[in-house]
């Protein structure tokens, strides 16, 4: 079984819908979350972290962290083609070296 | 502010071949991270360096070998390679290796392809 499971999609939405993109995972000594997004041939993009349970915004984009429930989410208002990419969740233990565990990735498109 | 940066882009070797990655670390950063990252899946923690010292390693066999320069830049080596090596290589950097300190800025990545 995987630390951080994602599911990889396809996701396809309408421009200007909200988008829901979720992971679990099994570990409860991680304490930090992060979401990346990474378009097509490029690196990941460090788009929001969180510690420990609670949400935060930026912007069009929130997200939450559900320690009890190991259950984090990255919501994406008015979607626009530009938010087109894979969406990667990632977390580390926050102690040490930084290593940070990956889900999948999910693929996400926005149509006009 | 210049970003991190890897090279080459692309890479084509065969099985059994030794190949060696490169990467500039963003300005003022003094630690390196490497990850795998499979087509279709999300990226994998090989290891780190910190100050020229290794800080930490995933699961990774140990033809994975890395060094980091007084520059703080950094490659990648891997020995004796096998068409599962094949992936994009990214690598990471960062300042410190406090969460506070540390938040990982990724370049592009090197996609390497064996044959």
């Known amino acids: 079984q995987k630390e951080v499971e994602q599911d990889p999609g396809p996701l396809s939405v309408p421009e200007g819908a909200i988008v829901s993109l979720n992971c679990t995972y099994s570990?409860?000594?991680?304490?930090?979350f992060m979401w990346y997004r990474q378009y097509s041939r490029k690196g990941p993009e460090l788009l929001m972290y969180?510690?420990?349970?609670g949400n935060k915004e930026d912007g069009r984009f929130t997200a939450q962290v559900d320690k009890s429930s190991k259950y984090i989410s990255l919501f994406i208002r008015d979607s626009q083609p530009s938010d087109s990419a894979t969406y990667l969740c990632?977390?580390?233990?926050?102690?040490?070296?930084?290593?940070?565990?990956f889900g999948q990735g999910t693929r996400l498109t926005i149509n006009p | 502010e210049t970003g991190v940066t890897q090279s080459p882009t692309h890479l084509i070797k065969t099985r059994g071949q030794q190949v060696t990655l490169r990467c500039s670390s963003q300005s003022g950063h003094n630690t390196v991270s490497w990850y795998q990252q499979a087509l279709g899946q999300g990226p994998q923690f090989i290891f780190q360096y910190y100050r020229e010292e290794e800080n930490g390693r995933g699961n990774f066999p140990p033809r994975f070998s890395g060094l980091q320069f007084p520059n703080y830049s950094s490659e990648l080596n891997v020995n004796a390679l096998e068409l599962d090596d094949s992936a994009l290589y990214l690598c990471?950097?960062?300042?410190?290796?406090?969460?506070?300190?540390?938040?990982?800025?990724f370049g592009p990545g090197t996609r390497l392809t064996v044959l």
């Open positions: 990471a950097s960062s300042f410190g290796t406090s969460w506070n300190t540390g938040t990982q800025y």
């Open positions: 570990n409860s000594a991680f304490q930090y």
């Open positions: 969180t510690y420990s349970s």
């Open positions: 990632a977390m580390s233990k926050g102690q040490g070296a930084q290593k940070l565990v």
